[in-house]
């Protein structure tokens, strides 16, 4: 709920609330997803104990929404199975291409997710403050995520730019579409 001025258009207090944790829920469920993926190629790479810690992290994130979900009576988006398939193969996917390649990715959708909560942040009015603490929270560990991600090389990926380009394109269209659908 905004305590700002809505123009025409604005989603209505209560549907922006909806929106916010319908597209959180699939990001965190995404997120899950994302970490499997990579897991089920690097299990036994060195970098195998920071992708475990990262997914639960993402899990915790996962069920807090999925409890908001139910107490608010929110209706999850229609993609999840879409998400389940994508996420996993997104993981596994920059994986198979390397473990830079894997902390490109994670540091890609951290950024995009970064700047996703930011916003949310910035509509959610006071009278959301729980709600508020909760993303701030969880912003904060994406940020760790992203810099775990910086920390382990993810800049010398092969084609760094472009793999981080597309995935932010890619985390964007999700998060648009989770909103809605």
Do not use: N
């Not at 775990?148 to 648009?176: F, M, W």
């Amino acid at each position: 709920m905004t305590d700002k001025m809505r123009f025409p258009g604005d989603p209505a207090p209560a549907g922006l609330v909806d929106r916010v944790i319908r597209v959180d829920h699939a990001g965190e469920y995404g997120a899950a997803r994302i970490y499997a993926g990579q897991l089920a190629v690097l299990r036994g790479s060195d970098k195998a104990p920071l992708i475990e810690r990262m997914q639960a992290q993402e899990q915790y994130h996962l069920d807090t929404f999925s409890v908001l979900i139910g107490e608010r009576r929110v209706r999850p988006t229609a993609l999840l199975p879409l998400w389940h398939l994508a996420g996993f193969a997104l993981g596994a996917a920059t994986a198979a291409l390397g473990e830079r390649a894997a902390m490109a990715c994670t540091v890609a959708v951290e950024e995009a997710i970064d700047a996703h909560y930011q916003g949310q942040l910035d509509a959610l009015g006071d009278s959301e403050a729980p709600l508020k603490a909760t993303i701030a929270r969880f912003r904060d560990e994406e940020l760790e995520h992203r810099d775990i991600g910086l920390e382990h090389g993810a800049e010398q990926a092969p084609g760094y730019r472009v793999l981080s380009s597309v995935i932010k394109a890619g985390c964007r269209v999700a998060i648009a579409l989770s909103e809605r659908v």
